[in-house]
């Protein structure tokens, strides 16, 4: 179209009369080419953007990704569009070139086993060997474990509260949070009823106490 109307122009320059018009279709015709080149430009950009992540296998179906902080699996992969199923059912629609111009995370790129952690803040008065021997119990009674690695320990000491540390794997991101919540939930409940006084509790000391008002004004004084 844009070379129509570059020849049409052309010819109304020829003559006298219509010059103005001919030379108006020539900037018109100029500006559709810009215009028309820069949309181009991105469809190209976008549909070479598709066939990269087609050969480089950067992301798969079903793959488990973190893009705009939003968890979700790829459910669609297109030559100009992917889809995202986000955790709770909603579609992300993202262009091709977002995978290959934006970092994101694949938390299965290789494979889909996955190490997680629960972090507990407790008092210094925990009982570490009764914790660990509830951690281990309990990944001992669910399947949700895949038995490859665990550990409990103590990662921080300050401010009053010793923070533990429970090191669990999982088969895939979603059974790991599985696991995640059933460690965290028997943990939180060996405490209530075994060691109570391992609840997170705030202290404080009073170092001094104000003199009364009627120490410093008797009555009758002058």
Known sequence: MAIVV??????????????????????????????????????????????QLA??????IDDVVIVEDEYGTIEEITLSYVVVKLWDDRRLVLPCTYFTNTPFQNW?????????TV??????????????????????ETSLYNGRSSG?????????????????????????????????ERLVGWVQAHNPDALPRQRFEVVGEQAAPSALFKPGAA
């Open 108 to 116: 299965t790129r290789k494979d889909s086993e996955m190490m997680g």
């Open 55 to 60: 050969f480089s296998d950067a992301i798969r």
């Open 119 to 140: 972090e507990l803040d407790l008092d210094w008065r925990i009982d570490l060997q009764g914790l660990r021997a509830e951690f281990e119990r309990c990944l001992g």
């Open 152 to 184: 409990l320990v103590v990662t921080s000491a300050v401010q009053g509260l010793v923070q533990v540390r429970a090191t669990v794997t999982a088969d895939d991101p979603g059974t790991l949070f599985d696991l995640r919540c059933f460690v965290r």
């Open 6 to 51: 570059l020849a049409f122009g052309a010819v109304l320059l020829s003559f006298d009369g219509v010059r103005a018009v001919g030379a108006s279709l020539l900037a018109s015709a100029g500006l559709v080419s810009v215009v028309a080149a820069l949309a181009a430009q991105s469809t190209l950009g976008n549909l070479f953007a598709g066939m």
